[in-house]
């Protein structure tokens, strides 16, 4: 009677066992990439770093460990990262199996790229459960992502409205933008006020500054 128990209890052990293992080899892994890499909870919380990100948080950017909770360095973009590892952690479509990339570096610093990927059901989620969102953090200029992206991302804009945001940005007037855009200028006002709407901004100065403040991403790429 007490056989089929003990042969469970038994496999069970070594299920266990296995599990330890993997886990254990995952975190080596993890440990010895290069790049900084960090476990998340959906909150944000940070549940794992490995060592180039923990070096990456004693330089103090541009990712930073503040109580606990992975922050952004760049104003701009700490709210968004935030929402995007929530999203990972809820499986937002929205967010793509492929994740999404931020732009973290301050004004005036090197490029530096936040991907958020989620962690699939699977071998990455129990292994690393309660984890929910995997965080890698590019330096090279090459893996920042599309200007346009990044702006999309950050504001909910449309493409248009992203590519009328990066001219004005960039200095142009709103003759000047319209005509670079091939759209009429009653046109580029209308995505003119979406975009101020949505960026919480008023005038076309404030969108200089904006842009400004996100920093060498979207500088690197040019409108």
């Known amino acids: 009677m007490l056989s089929p128990h003990l042969r469970r209890a038994s496999l069970i052990g070594d299920l266990l066992d296995q599990g330890r293992v993997i886990t254990h080899h995952y975190r080596q892994a993890l440990d010895h990439l290069a790049v900084p890499f960090v476990l998340t909870h959906a909150n944000g919380a940070i549940l794992h770093a490995n060592a180039a990100a923990e070096q990456m948080f004693s330089a103090q950017g541009p990712i930073l460990s503040r109580n606990g909770l992975l922050q952004a360095q ?3 973009v700490a709210r968004a990262l935030l929402d995007a590892i929530a999203s ?4 937002d479509a929205s967010l793509g199996a492929r994740g999404i990339g931020l732009p973290v570096s301050a ?5 530096a790229v936040a991907y958020v990927l989620p962690l ?3 071998t990455a989620r129990a292994v690393f459960r309660p984890a929910c969102a995997a965080v890698f953090i590019s330096t090279t200029t090459s893996a920042s992502p599309l200007p346009e992206a ?3 991302t950050l504001f909910d804009l449309t ?6 945001l990066l001219r004005i940005g960039s200095g142009l007037s709103a003759s000047k933008s319209a005509s670079s855009l091939g759209i009429g200028e009653n046109t580029l006002k209308t ?3 979406r975009i101020f709407a949505k960026t919480g901004t008023r005038r076309q100065a404030d969108l200089v500054k904006l842009v400004s403040d996100i920093g060498t991403p979207l500088a690197a790429h040019g409108p």
């Open 191 to 193: 995505h003119l006020n």
């Open 107 to 111: 004004q005036g610093q090197p490029p």
């Open 120 to 122: 699939t059901e699977g």
């Open 159 to 164: 493409p248009a409205e992203a590519r009328v």
């Open 74 to 76: 760049n104003p701009v």
């Open 88 to 91: 990972a952690a809820s499986a």
């Open 150 to 152: 990044v702006l999309t």
